[in-house]
């Protein structure tokens, strides 16, 4: 009995350092230190890399190009990045403007994540409507938008300028 307990004690260690290299090895083929890391996130890359770039054209037809976290939206970006686009974002991301409409291209648009009613509504009083505009306020980023164009239309409608001034 005795000479069980002994031995288990000297096995479990051994058992457990098997059981951990070979869980390891299944997350992370390869060496040791390479599977530890995939339990550690230290095959991620930096904050730094896991950034999206974002190439806006503004009313000028310049390029401008910027980078964004994933999860901001394109209102975010602009404002992180002090971009100049007159007008743009009046509301703040309320839905009560349209101005920070944007138009891409239509396979970035198929990307965009759902449209709302309510930002519906509001495209419907955007100048320069396309088929493939959106509201910078409502569309977040990921990964998968990495180098996507948005072109910032000539003009901007604030709904909330003409109420003020018709009243
Ligand atoms: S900032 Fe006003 S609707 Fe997007």
New binding site residues.
């Given amino acids: 009995m005795a000479l069980v307990t002994v031995m288990g004690r000297l096995l479990a260690p051994v058992r457990l350092r098997e059981y951990c290299r070979r869980t390891v090895a299944a997350v992370a083929p390869g060496s040791w230190l390479t599977g530890l890391r995939g339990f550690t996130s230290g095959t991620r890359p930096l904050r730094s890399d896991n950034k999206v770039t974002i190439n806006f054209i503004n009313r000028d037809g310049e390029k401008v190009t910027v980078k964004g976290s994933p999860g901001d939206s394109l209102?975010d970006v602009v404002i992180n990045e002090d971009l100049d686009f007159d007008g743009?974002?009046?509301?703040?991301?309320?839905?009560?403007?349209?101005?920070?409409h944007l138009i891409f291209d239509e396979d970035v648009y198929k990307n965009l994540g759902p449209v709302t009613d309510e930002?519906l509504d509001?495209l419907d009083l955007a100048y320069g409507l396309s088929d493939t505009s959106r509201?910078?306020?409502?569309v977040c980023l990921t990964k998968s938008l990495e180098g996507m164009v948005a072109r910032v239309p000539e003009s901007v409608a604030d709904i909330r300028q003409s109420k003020d001034e018709s009243g």
């Fill in positions: 209102l743009f974002g009046a509301c703040e991301g309320t839905l009560a403007c349209s101005t920070c930002e509001m509201l910078g306020c409502q």
